[in-house]
């Protein structure tokens, strides 16, 4: 398992719902789950970003390429911030959850953080309801940290240390 980053034209075509152009584009093949309608609009985000800054597309969400093809999307939500910090991001498509993906995905993006001399937290934000994911930033060493109403919540936010 690895996560395979894309260039920005795919983010570009991936916002606009459009996979076939996406998959000209892509190192990897996508599913239709890349155009899910929840996920269009962090696609808009992402190629947003990436037309103001380039570089920033090496820090936005990859494909998660499985022994059977793709199996979901996993990065971060943009380079690190003033204070170090990287959100990461990470979705198992339904027919593959389960299997350890979301957890290779993120020891993966967890390790990558890690060499980064400009990170010095990593975060998670995940929905009360997601008990799943909570578990797994929980058991990836991450702690939950209380911070003021995000926006479009409930959220709850979990951090991880880069040592």
């Not at 696609?43 to 037309?51: E, F, I, M, N």
């Not at 494909?63 to 999307?73: C, D, F, H, K, S």
């Not at 993120?106 to 578990?135: G, K, M």
Request: charged residues 20%.
């Amino acid at each position: 398992m690895r996560v395979v980053p894309l260039p920005p034209a795919t983010y570009h075509a991936l916002a606009a719902g459009d996979l076939a152009a996406a998959n000209r584009v892509a190192p990897v093949e996508l599913t239709p789950y890349f155009v899910n309608p929840r996920w269009l609009p962090g696609w808009g985000r992402a190629s947003t970003r990436v037309r103001a800054d380039p570089r920033a597309a090496d820090w936005l969400a990859g494909a998660i390429a499985g022994p059977v093809g793709v199996v979901g999307r996993a990065g971060y939500h943009g380079p690190p911030d003033e204070q170090g910090v990287v959100e990461v991001t990470y979705e198992i498509e339904p027919a593959w959850r389960r299997r350890g993906y979301a957890r290779a995905a993120l020891a993966e993006l967890v390790a990558r953080a890690v060499r980064e001399p400009d990170v010095r937290v990593v975060r998670a934000v995940i929905r009360p309801h997601n008990t799943v994911s909570q578990r797994l930033v929980m058991t990836s060493g991450f702690t939950e940290v209380h911070e003021p109403p995000l926006p479009d919540g409930p959220w709850l936010v979990f951090e991880r240390v880069v040592d």
